[in-house]
């Protein structure tokens, strides 16, 4: 990796001025006038991944440098170097972590020299495609989107344009067309990192077996002697990430719990990528008071609902 001298990283400082690097203001910028670019810049300015290039610009129609790619794809996703490994970059210029942490992640960086020079959506979108792929690995349906310029990208950026399509990352415009070789700009690779950090963090959050806000249960009278219990795993990021009971446990005469464990899809499962609620019921004897509770001990879940 080449290394800038002081003088080198302060002169292309200033040419990059207005790089997408941590803000130290939250304030409106005049000239992002949409209601949704608003929602994308305001959320990653406040997270402090990107600032303006004055205090009330944030210049969306321009274009983005290598080095604010790389350093916006970083901060957004939240990379860090290995806990085995320790940072060797003299920090020259101030996009010199930021390529050492995507060097150490995976991403095809290729050194400093073309900090300076702007990147294409493909670029950009190889980039980010790597970055998302260090923070986990998410299955998606085996699908594939029709590009009207297919033949325009790389095809070692085929793969990573169909998962940010699939996964609504990026998008196609109206003619079905990516443009990969037309140079991103500031809003387009703002949006595209906002949207990355979003599927992640549903993700992670479908995940997450503690996670009780999502979970509900219901009661159905069948009979006057039985009942259906049905347990219902909110807003999943897609069908595959179902919920299961465990097992049921009679703690008295007229008490059972329920312990139901959360399931992911299996390493390439193919599932739709729509956000649904998934179920699961099981019948029990209508005498009984039923309450929720994960498998791991988390408090559990109470019934309120009444089958009469």
């Known amino acids: 990796m080449r290394k800038w001298t002081n003088k080198q990283g302060a002169a292309l400082a ?55 790619g790389i350093q916006l794809i970083v901060k957004a996703l939240g990379l860090k170097l290995p806990d085995n490994k320790t940072s060797l970059s003299k920090q020259d210029a101030w996009y010199d972590e930021a ?32 970055g998302i792929n260090a923070t986990g690995s998410y299955p998606t349906v085996k699908m594939y989107i029709n590009i009207a310029d297919q033949a325009q990208i790389p095809s070692d950026a085929g793969a990573g344009i169909q998962f940010l399509l699939l996964t609504k990352i990026t998008s196609l415009d109206q003619e079905q067309k990516f ?25 992670h959050q479908a995940d997450a077996p503690a996670e009780q806000p999502g979970i509900e249960l219901s009661t159905e009278k069948v009979t006057d002697q039985v009942n259906k ?23 008295g005469d007229k008490q059972a719990v329920l312990y139901y464990r959360l399931l992911k899809p299996a390493p390439g499962e193919i599932n739709m990528q729509v956000i649904t609620d998934t179920q699961t019921s099981v019948y029990l004897d209508s005498k009984y008071e039923v309450s929720l509770k994960p498998v791991d001990g988390t408090p559990p879940v109470t019934d309120k609902s009444s089958a009469k």
């Open 14 to 68: 200033v040419v990059l001025a207005g790089s997408l690097v941590a803000a130290a203001s939250a304030s409106a910028f005049s000239d992002v006038t949409r209601d949704h670019d608003a929602k994308v810049i305001d959320s990653l300015q406040t997270a402090g991944i990107i600032q303006g290039v004055t205090k009330d610009k944030f210049a969306p129609n321009q274009a983005l440098t290598q080095a604010q």
């Open 99 to 130: 390529y050492e942490i995507a060097e150490a992640n995976g991403l095809p960086v290729k050194g400093t020299d073309q900090a300076g020079s702007g990147l294409t959506r493909v670029q950009f979108a190889n980039l980010l495609y790597h």
């Open 179 to 203: 443009n990969p070789n037309r140079q991103i700009t500031r809003m387009e690779a703002a949006e595209m990192a906002f949207n990355a950090r979003e599927f992640i963090r549903q993700q």
């Open 229 to 251: 219990i049905t347990i219902t795993r909110k807003q999943a990021p897609n069908p595959g990430y179902g919920i299961a009971v465990d097992r049921i446990e009679f703690t």
